[in-house]
């Protein structure tokens, strides 16, 4: 499949309803995915294609902040996983009792087992001290970051890509280990590869950690705690 | 449409390429909106939908620290426009010359035309002390917020209806107009509404703002700073 041209917008505009059922197929299946990855290398073409559609993410000031480090090497791959390993320790002796048994039975990284790590950075100084509308909530700029590692978990699923966040690292020892200068910010360090298959709940939904909140609580009306 | 049931998986788990083609369009034709904004309201299942896909962003620990807002009162928006003066007042004074010309043509936001003003906020302290995979990294909340509102972002393009993102608010100010508590903090303030047409392009890349940055020099390999 040809990607379609980024700037091209069809005449009326409008999504067919199944080009709408695809996006939000796309939304509901995609899962944060620590296992079932598949060894099949991921060819430059479909990593473009994923990584293209993180960059057309929206960015405040169109400062477009981000870099994306493909991680191929075992060797770092070996090292941010003994990064893992030491924060994942501190992190367990949080829980107690189930909890704890619980916490240490969940998988919560692929980083060995998935052909490319990808580390998606902020540089906090691009475009200049002025970025248009940053100058009010400064961490936009990692809001943007997010935004484009939502594009890009997307457009991944649409490929039968998996991707898993690993959060539960010390950014400032991964900053070492991947030579990220001092005002670039490690936003994410996301696991991925193809999978034999996508689980139909979030890990943690299966697993009994916690439950799926009713959207209704979520949803308030015009001020606060107000659900009428 | 109906919208699929969340928790369904198609058999194979793969997209066909008109499934795929169609996730690649809603990414590359989202647009942060400003103007176009028609007057038609959103019905209500059209709005629960968008929230709904925002609601099925993955988020650390499963946490699912997000709220929504929805603002129609037209008193509200006033109020929230008066802030954006504010802010936008100080924000244009940083530029000097042409610069600042081109700013102060600029049309940053969309308050009062589009029916509906969004309020995406995060619950810091929702999940308890100790959210599974945020001890390390303690704004993955505020990550997962943002990776709900770049799903709402793509449902609301696939329904044709247009998000702008307002950033130029001091969002202490705009907590005391919505009544929200301390340990909730804005993520977001977003208007939404039918538009007539999507632009072709980013607003500030048309503009001459700033120019889009080639995807290539963006991507590293292996280390920070290694294209090849």
Known sequence: MAVPKPTR???????????????????????????????????????????????????????????????????????????????NGKAAAKYKGEKATLYRRLKLEGIEEAPISLCVTCNRQRGGRHVLGR??????????TCCAIQNLWLAARAEGVGVGWV??????????????????????????????????????ERAGWRARLPLEQLVYRERWGRNK
Chains 1, 2 share one sequence.
């Not at 990220?180 to 890990?203: N, Q, T």
Request: with cysteine.
């Open 167 to 204: 959060s539960i690292l010390d950014h400032e020892a991964l900053k070492r280990v991947l030579g990220i200068p001092r005002p670039v910010k490690v936003v994410a360090y996301l696991c991925l590869g193809y999978v034999s298959e996508f689980s139909p709940h979030p890990d943690l």
């Open 135 to 144: 100058s009010t909530v400064r961490d936009t700029d990692l809001y943007s």
């Open 9 to 87: 917008v069809r005449s009326n505009g409008k999504f067919s309803d199944k080009e709408r059922a695809a996006v939000y197929r796309a939304i509901f299946e995609r899962r944060d995915v620590r296992e079932h990855f598949v060894s099949d290398p991921i060819p430059d073409e479909v990593l473009e294609k994923i990584l293209r559609a993180a960059h057309h993410a929206g960015s405040v000031g169109f400062m477009q902040p981000w870099n994306f480090i493909v991680v191929r090497e075992p060797s770092t791959k070996r090292a941010v996983k003994a990064l893992f390993h030491k924060a």
